[in-house]
């Protein structure tokens, strides 16, 4: 195949933490999903997947163990990917078994992708599964023509497409550290499987509160989420929410893989209002989401893996101290996570065949709570994982935005 990446592919920067921390009970795994206006026939669905493999040959890999680092590999050739029809919650760890490390589920009108995030992040997830649905629609008859701005699974795949966009815009002379202090965890009763409940709203409304409080819909979410969790907080530590960043919006980069990064928004003790938060809220993103902030911290990173003793250090020894490291430095340092893909746009003939899209992030390791959003016309839809039985910050969210104004229909798993 022309344009076809080498036999292997190096794990991306942000990448190298997930096979060390991943086990049968628990890994980093998210989903994307679409919602048709028909129900889905998996026999077509497998031929546009079959199709896919090709043209997004980053993803249809397999993890391997080197003596240094994991690695993604081709898969034999006798390993096929096949529609699955969804039975099991929602984003369960992948198996060795399984071979790839994505999967494709249906259930009624519904395609879901889940991915280990070793693979790719939001963005990379949605253009798949796009250029998947497109496809599987030109195949049930419902298009009749390459749609703009989806990928076709007709062309060959760019290297663009599977580059290590962090080392191509790492600052290799960047120095320093990042200290922050741990965060507020909220406390329940562990669920074995983890709960999902599913808040749609119309995007219309949502600006309209949003407008309200002079802020974005992700600045207006985040500021709910703070104030909820902190109408709760029982100590002296921070409540901390996680904000992931496209990277992509300050470097030129057309990769599919991971290329992200984040920052932490700390709920002032100041803030007495909603209207107070949300503007802390706007303040402490603007102030950290800029490319040279977001550019020094993804240096930092890049040039720790630089180190001569860690690249020599074999992989036990590497799992060791990234286990160590996410125990102290990672779910800790926040107390939740709101990931916003933001709107979707498709062309209007392959719009009319879609109600809806959502995302899923997966059961988080130790916080009690994640959030996965994204839009689509005027329908948004925020997910909430939880994996303790409580299920009062949902309860106090919806409630804080029903009395904006917002209007929200509740989908849940039943836990």
Known sequence: MRNAPTDWLRLDNAAKIYPATHTEEWSAVFRVSVTLTHEIDPLILDQSIAASLRRFPSLYVQMRRGLFWYFLDKPP?????RAMRES???????????GVVFRVLYYGKRISVEFFH?????????TYLKALTADYLTRMGLLDKPQEGILSLNEDPM??????????YADPHAKGSWAETPA????????????????????????MAAKANGVTITEYLGGLILYALHSHCTDNRPVKLSVPVNLRKFFP?????NFSSYVNVMLNENAENMADVCAEVRRQLREQATKETLRHRMSLNVNSERNVLIRLAPLTVKNMALRAA???YGERLFTSTLSNLGGVVLPDDMAAHVEYFDMVIGMPHQNAHTFGAVSFRDTFVLSVTRRIAESWLERDIVGLLRHDGVGVQLISNGS
Not at 77 to 81: D, P, R
Not at 118 to 126: E, K, P, S
């Open 77 to 81: 050739q006798s390993l096929q990917v």
């Open 118 to 126: 070793v693979l790719t992040d939001g963005l990379g997830a949605l």
């Open 88 to 98: 099991e919650p929602p984003c369960r760890p992948l198996r060795d078994a399984e």
């Open 326 to 328: 996410f125990v102290l």
């Open 184 to 207: 507020w965890q909220a406390p329940g009763q562990p669920l074995c499987d983890g709960a999902l409940t599913q808040c749609l709203m119309s995007v219309a409304e949502l600006k």
């Open 253 to 257: 980069s057309k990769t599919l893989r």
């Open 159 to 168: 290297p663009r497409e599977w580059e290590d966009s962090f080392l191509r």
